[in-house]
């Protein structure tokens, strides 16, 4: 009687093994999908930070072209403005760190 289960438990064993495989292969996966998944999180949340950048480098663009009358004074005082901004974003990165 012994003889007609053997057989059957090698089955089910193999079936078992093959059962873990597929759980540590999830297993892994599933830690490989979450590492990307923090990753991508982590660059569309930077992405969004230069694209508020740009807003805000578009919106003082602007602001500066409403407040300098001439020619001149625009330039210069766009240039001062991208000097300020450059500084700010040096800190951030800064900060970052």
């Not at 230069?50 to 578009?58: L, T, V, Y």
């Not at 003082?60 to 300020?84: C, F, G, P, Q, W």
């Amino acid at each position: 009687m012994e003889e007609h289960f053997a057989p059957k438990l090698i089955v089910l064993e193999d079936k078992i093994k093959k059962l873990i495989e597929v759980y540590d292969q999830s297993l892994q996966e599933a830690k490989e999908l979450r590492e990307e998944n923090a990753f991508l999180k982590s660059l569309v949340k930077n992405r969004e930070e230069e694209i508020k950048n740009f807003q805000n480098r578009d919106k003082i663009s602007k602001i500066v072209t409403t407040l300098a009358d001439d020619t001149h004074r625009k330039a210069e005082l766009k240039l001062k403005i991208n000097e300020y901004i450059r500084e700010i974003d040096k800190c951030i990165a800064y900060l970052k760190e």
